[in-house]
DNA sequence: CCATCAGCTTTTTTT
DNA sequence: AAGCTGATGG
């Protein structure tokens, strides 16, 4: 696509802010109209008219997207040496650099969610919160929005007033202190640091923002607070900011994101220049019309048209199957019609709400011998044997971090067990030193017997050997830890070879970081990949058809594009409902995103009955079907006459729930009792004003209740 | 110490 | 359906 088509409706002054003049530039661009190309466009104008790339700093909102861009910006003809990153990895840069909050080290280690889950759960023990009110996920979440927030621990204990607020504010506190002891970082610390570095240290502030007299941010509509702290600070000193995005395609408010960031740009920077991209040049205009009536139904929201440029196309299918095996089939025989006709595979793509419904799809996919790639699958550097090779490595770099030191001392059997690391911990805690330490030490060890304390020191002997090695290539020293640490050994052992094989795929990206890089390190290298998802491996070359989250289709397009499950419960999320209309509008915007990837051909279905965690149920078409306009079964006529074959071969009255015009409650949901206090439903019994319900109530009891008698409210 | 198994919960989306 | 926890026995 031109630069001059994308711009094509701008004035001239317009356009000459897009490329070339300096202070605050809004973008608002909708879907498909190039916006991408417009920041690519503006770095390489900017490098033609004498900016040093070095002094551009342009983020994205997924690393592949830096990566793309990276190459972009190259095919233009401009010099490389720009900074292009994720705000995280920009910010795990900046730390290393200029220090991260007192006490890190620059070999911090990023703990991941399961890291991180690991940590919190340690720290409500360490509060003895016996409660189902603090449940791991729950407070890891909780912690997380406050850090989104920019709100510390000593902060949100300052403003804490009820129970809640208190036992939170003291796992809070707890977990920032677990980190910290283990010199690591979580995902939303990288931001937050950097975030207060940038607040507190003026000197800082101003050398970075003399550093990048240029910013641009790409899906700004998805930004949380700390981020727009962040990108204010960066641009203090030149208020040379470009942001773009569309506050329609906002789908991550569950992390924080506010879309009141873009909303309220035009406040923060008075002077700014606002233009406003409507065309289209991704959709045809069937599928456009229909995107477009999805997301008129959206009440918080500025009106904006898509308006179409290409001819008209194929009209949008819309199609209801009896389950979801059927469904993948009727794909899958799509896929091949497609093919046959000389369609290319890598020009279609499947997007669902959840991953768990990859599977069918992969099933049909697999026995019609159609090539696939799967985004974010079983996630790679989530496996065991990954995580379990990267934890020696972590501890080589960060001797600190106890997490990975439990990790590794546990890949594989060696004499060390639950009872030794216990009293090692305890060892540990009271002369405060690190596991890795402690263990060194173990000789002074006295609660454990020798045997256990020898195999102890060997294995903190193992890591004296690689201490210095840190700063060398990553692949050579994973190869030799993988060999030389029992893990190669065990495996083979085991007589696990997919475990092997994963090894040696690590050991080879390992290899390529080492190759691609200027100056490698094992650090660099792990705070690298820590930052990396299986959504970067995404190929758009890899002759496959791609099967995908609707989260995971954000920012790319395809020829044909399949949407499945659009189902009540599915999308929108049934775990979205709680939580009130404005997560309900969000769906709704994911529903939108996965719609606008769609260039020529656009499949939406839904299915009758759908096997969910393990049960089989009745399915209600999305609200959102027939907002673009479909006149299949309405809800007020569905055939019930399969209901009784249905309860018949053993389903549960609960199943039906969804297609009564009375329901009132779903199981999950979380209600309040006066007498019996909190519960969740367990199962809700559709008999219109006699309807059942059956609670599990916090104390543990399960009571089944007449719903007109018991008097429940709706929690939130 | 470690392997195994039954029984339990848990289940969105991701940097 | 799948993953985790805690108990059991070798």
């Known amino acids: 696509m031109d630069i001059n088509t994308i711009l094509n409706g701008l004035t001239d002054s317009q356009r000459k802010a897009v490329l070339h003049r300096d202070g605050p530039l809004l973008v608002l661009a909708g879907p498909g109209s190039g916006k991408t190309r417009v920041i690519t466009c503006r770095i390489a104008a900017l490098i033609d008219s004498g900016v040093y790339p070095s002094q551009i700093c342009a983020i994205t909102f997924t690393n592949k997207a830096a990566e793309e861009m990276r190459q972009r910006v190259l095919a233009s003809g401009a010099l490389a040496g720009c900074h292009i990153s994720t705000f995280h990895s920009l910010c795990v840069q900046i730390l290393r650099r200029y220090g991260g909050p007192a006490g890190i080290e620059p070999f911090f280690s990023i703990y991941d969610q399961s890291d991180q889950l690991r940590c919190v759960k340690e720290a409500i023990t ?14 890891l979440y909780f912690i997380s929005r406050l850090k989104n927030d920019l709100e510390d621990d000593q902060a949100f204990a300052a403003r804490a007033d009820d129970f809640f607020g208190k036992t939170a504010a003291k796992i809070y506190t707890k977990y920032q202190q677990i980190l910290r002891k283990n010199q690591a970082l979580d995902f939303d610390d990288l931001l937050v640091q950097t975030a207060f570095l940038l607040r507190d240290f003026p000197d800082v502030r101003y050398t970075l923002s003399r550093r990048f007299r240029y910013l641009l941010i790409d899906e700004y509509q998805d930004t949380n607070h700390a981020q727009y702290q962040i990108a204010r600070g960066l641009a203090s000193e030149h208020s040379n900011i470009c942001v ?32 406003k991209l409507e065309e289209n040049f991704r959709s045809s205009p069937n599928i456009l019309r229909k995107a477009d009536r999805l997301i ?24 209801v199957c009896e389950d979801e095996s059927e469904e993948a089939g009727q794909v899958a025989e ?7 006709a000389g369609g290319d595979p890598r020009d279609i793509a499947v997007f669902y709400r959840i991953n768990a419904m990859s599977r069918p799809i992969e099933e049909a996919f697999i026995r019609a011998k159609i090539p696939y790639q799967m985004i974010r699958g079983v996630e790679f ?9 990267l934890s020696y490595l972590k501890l080589i770099v960060n001797p600190a971090d106890n997490v990975s030191f439990l990790r590794a001392v546990g890949t594989h059997s060696r004499g060390i067990g639950g009872k030794t690391v216990q009293r090692l911990q305890e060892f540990a805690d009271r002369y405060g030193l690190a596991l890795l330490e402690a263990a060194g030490q173990a000789h002074r060890l006295d609660t454990a017997p020798a045997s256990a304390r020898q195999r102890l020191v060997e294995f903190a002997q193992f890591f004296g050997r690689f201490a210095n090695e840190a700063k060398g ?65 995404y190929d758009p070359n890899a002759g496959r058809v791609s099967l995908m989250t609707l989260h995971a289709a954000k920012g790319l397009e395809f020829g044909q594009v399949f949407i499945l499950g659009v189902e ?5 999320h049934e775990r979205s409902m709680e939580g009130g209309p404005d997560e309900f509008e969000e769906e709704r915007r994911l529903f939108f995103v996965g719609m606008t990837r769609a260039k020529d051909r656009l499949t939406i279905s839904h299915v009758r009955h759908r096997v969910l965690r393990g049960q089989y149920l009745r399915t209600v078409p ?42 009132k409650y779903v199981a999950n949901e979380l209600v309040e009792h006066e007498k019996f206090g909190l519960g969740r439903i367990k199962e809700f019994l559709d008999l219109g004003e006699n309807s059942i319900v059956v609670v599990r109530f916090n104390s543990g009891k399960t009571k089944s209740l007449m719903l007109k008698y018991a008097n429940l409210t709706k929690v939130r």
């Open 381 to 389: 550097y989530e496996r065991k044997e990954i995580k379990d090779l």
């Open 334 to 340: 799509d896929v091949l019609q497609t093919l046959a």
């Open 622 to 663: 999305s609200p959102f079907l027939y907002e673009i306009g479909y006149a299949g079964q309405s809800s007020g006529a569905v055939d019930f006459s399969d209901d009784w074959e249905h309860l018949e071969e053993g389903g549960t009255t609960s199943e039906r729930a969804g297609i009564s015009g009375v329901r």
């Open 568 to 572: 009540e419960g599915i999308l929108p």
């Open 126 to 139: 360490a509060c003895q919160v016996a409660s189902s009110n603090f449940t791991p996920a729950r407070m």
């Open 244 to 275: 773009t995005g569309d506050p329609d395609q906002s789908i991550y408010r569950w992390r924080g994101a506010d879309i009141g960031n873009i909303l309220a740009f035009e406040k923060d920077w008075p002077h700014a220049v606002v233009v």
């Open 473 to 537: 290539q990553a692949s050579e020293l994973m190869d030799s830890v993988f060999a030389e640490s029992g893990m190669a050994e065990a495996l083979r052992a085991a007589g696990d070879d997919e475990a092997i094989e994963n090894i040696n795929e690590l050991i080879n990206s390992a290899a390529e970081y080492d190759r691609s890089t200027e100056e490698p390190s094992l650090l660099d290298y792990l705070q690298t990949i820590a930052l990396y998802s299986d959504t970067d491996a």
């Open 296 to 319: 008129a139904a959206n009440q918080k929201r500025k009106a904006k048209t898509l308006i179409p440029t290409r001819p008209e196309g194929e009209e949008v299918q819309i199609r």
